[in-house]
C-alpha cells in the first residue's frame, strides 16, 4: 500500500466487518483493498464461509477439506438439516491457516476458484 500511495495519494477507507483493509484514492477516482490473511492474519475474527457453485461448503480459503451439500440437496434435505450440517462444519472450522509455517500444505484449489 506505500507504494501505491507513493505515487496516487490515499486515504484509508474505515473498516467495517469485511475481511479486507480499504483504501480510496485521495483524487476520488476509486478504492483499493487488500486482504492481508498472510501479513496480517485474522483468523480468530473470521466469520466467512463459501458455497462453491459444485455445493462443496468451505470455512476457509486455506482448508483442505469442504463438506457436500449438493449431496444432500439433491436428496431433499430440508433448512433444518442443512443448517445443521453447517454447524457441524463451522464447529470444526480451523483457528488458523499455517501459512509461512514448514507444515502447511497448499489448497487444492486457488482462492479465486473458491470466491476468495
Known amino acids: 500500500m506505500a507504494a501505491i500511495d507513493a505515487v496516487y495519494a490515499l486515504e484509508e477507507v474505515a473498516h467495517g466487518p469485511e475481511p479486507a483493509s480499504r483504501w480510496r484514492y485521495q483524487d476520488g477516482a ?7 490473511s498472510v501479513t496480517k492474519p485474522f483468523c480468530g475474527d473470521c466469520d466467512r464461509v463459501r458455497l462453491t457453485a459444485e455445493g462443496a ?7 483442505q477439506d469442504d463438506y457436500d451439500f449438493r ?28 501459512i509461512g509455517k514448514v507444515d502447511f500444505i ?3 484449489r486457488s482462492m ?4 476468495g
Request: aromatic share 6%; proline share 6%; with cysteine.
Open 71 to 98: 449431496g444432500p440437496l439433491r436428496a431433499g434435505a430440508d433448512d433444518d438439516e442443512l443448517a445443521d450440517l453447517a454447524a457441524r462444519a463451522v464447529g470444526l472450522k480451523w483457528a488458523g491457516h499455517r
Open 57 to 63: 461448503f468451505q470455512t476457509c480459503l486455506f482448508a
Open 112 to 115: 479465486s476458484q473458491i470466491g
Open 106 to 108: 497448499r489448497p487444492r
Open 30 to 36: 476509486g478504492e483499493v483493498g487488500v486482504i492481508p
